[in-house]
């Protein structure tokens, strides 16, 4: 129980204080920050709050959103980024997930929109012709290899691991062209291994048929491993698809020895997006998730 | 144009006469057919009706169905394989289509549901308990291996290539547990080209970064060449979100120059699962599949 960590979405309706009251309260000792959140209550305030109550945090979410052709857009997306490094560097967050964006929208805002907020997803196939389409993924994939490479040397400096999260195919259009820890692992090795590392999130990889081998190559590296389940029939909204670890088909401690044979013993965050889970009692949430994390993560 | 297939799943409400006299009417001279509608209007009838038409059979949608672990079912389902090789063979299609199956429902009937039949989902997580779900997938996709090895000697005695669709990973659980053409290729490669091959789907691979690499590795094994669009935002039903050529996020002119260099010059079939694709006029449909076509998929 002492490696579970709460990540800020499961419990989507509590501010930084409530989550970390709810940690206390439920005898969980580390956090996963969200960086909305933690600007609503301020970054320092956040920071003492964390530290007052003697949590971990576990990983800041997030950077990113490198996709974008070079120009303001793209220079807006960097300076962000560094901003959250020192977010991070100042939460004491080992690491800043990064989610690498999709392909560029045509006279996109470069805005990530958060799923949970008021903002919808920008409806790309509504607001413009199919011939403007951006189209080219190989090359997006190459603007978040650029991307992170510039913001590496500044990663460095802060002390602020950047953590590479593959994310499902399912969201490789228009939230995450990394679609397999083999690819992230790609760009992670062109870096030192404090400054890159990868995010094993095992509703993003697992049904990768490579993945008991990357995650191996992945030693040294694995930045963060989170945790929610695959369920089925598959949930109408593609952002809020995540389930409670046992209610779907994702062998946990499966996982869970594999990051642990590739050397990594730290937190195991939970992060759920479900619109039932966060419309239910959030100590009630984090109660059902120690039951689950000891029922299906954890050895028998 | 003479490349163009008319997968009867586009056109979903036809029968297969319907759909053969669709072809003519639109001088499409290739057509991919369900067994599902072949059996209403009879193996040997609709044999004739293509035949009697000048139509060419790109393939027959689906074998497969191989993840059920040694039992009654999964010998029904090798007997269901068999019927689908002589149907193949009678209606001189060159490949049947194998839908693998997801991971084995607990109690499960072994009989796949048709997308757009009345049945629905099988909805595992509302039928059993947590505990009693098969999570091990890599076991389920050793038991496809296993049933192709199986289906090959007499997929040869009828001169009928078996067609490993890797799917999504979104399908993973439920549908397709083979996600990649690379895992796809290790099994067909086990026997002669003549007797397993895969199916390339720009829907299922076009986010794998290993695409590029795979399909040139696939040469003298594609076995058919699938078309349609991944669109966005994600519509509510995982079954019925493929979108037109045009419609979203698939460089098609990439794809079929990759298939091409590899050696592929065989028919283009458009199969699109979309609800409103199939509540529109089927002719007006097969129009604009023509026009998107040439607009997407051919050279400018």
């Known amino acids: 129980m002492r490696r579970l960590s709460l990540n800020q979405k499961t419990t989507?309706?509590?501010?930084?204080?409530?989550?970390?009251?709810?940690?206390?309260?439920?005898?969980?000792?580390?956090?996963?920050?969200?960086?909305?959140?933690?600007?609503?209550?301020?970054?320092?305030?956040?920071a003492k709050l964390v530290r007052d109550a003697g949590l971990r945090v576990s990983s800041l979410c997030r950077g990113g959103f490198l996709t974008a052709h070079e120009g303001p857009e793209r220079r807006r997306s960097i300076?962000?980024?560094?901003?959250?490094?020192?977010?991070?560097?100042e939460l004491g967050a080992p690491c800043l997930v990064m989610v690498v964006g999709g392909l560029p929208e045509p006279g996109g805002s470069g805005q990530p929109v958060l799923p949970g907020s008021a903002a919808a997803m920008p409806a790309a196939s509504a607001s413009?012709?199919?011939?403007?389409?951006?189209?080219?993924?190989?090359g997006a994939r190459q603007r978040v290899a650029d991307g992170i490479a510039e913001l590496v040397p500044y990663a460095i400096e802060r002390g602020v691991q950047l953590a590479l999260e593959p994310m499902h195919p399912l969201y490789c259009a228009d939230r995450g062209v990394l679609s397999t820890l083999g690819q992230a692992l790609d760009i992670a090795e062109q870096h030192p291994a404090e400054a890159v590392g990868v995010?094993?999130?095992?509703?993003h990889v697992w049904w990768d048929p490579e993945v008991e081998r990357q995650i191996a190559r992945a030693a040294g590296r694995i930045s963060s491993f989170q945790v929610c389940d695959w369920i089925t029939p598959f949930p109408?909204?593609?952002?809020?698809s995540r389930g409670m670890m046992g209610d779907g088909h994702i062998d946990f401690r499966y996982f869970r020895r594999l990051v642990e044979q590739a050397g990594y013993d730290g937190d195991i965050e939970v992060e759920i997006f479900h619109a039932d889970i966060w419309a239910a009692d959030p100590d009630t949430v984090v109660a059902q998730m120690k039951q689950r994390y000891t029922a299906h993560v954890l050895e028998r």
Chains 1, 2 share one sequence.
């Open 199 to 203: 995010v094993v999130d095992t509703f």
């Open 236 to 240: 109408g909204d593609a952002l809020l």
């Open 12 to 46: 989507n309706s509590w501010s930084v204080r409530e989550a970390v009251d709810g940690c206390v309260r439920a005898g969980i000792e580390a956090i996963g920050l969200w960086r909305e959140p933690v600007h609503e209550a301020g970054v320092s305030e956040s």
């Open 79 to 89: 300076d962000d980024n560094r901003r959250a490094i020192e977010e991070a560097a």
């Open 128 to 138: 413009s012709p199919a011939a403007e389409r951006d189209r080219d993924l190989p």
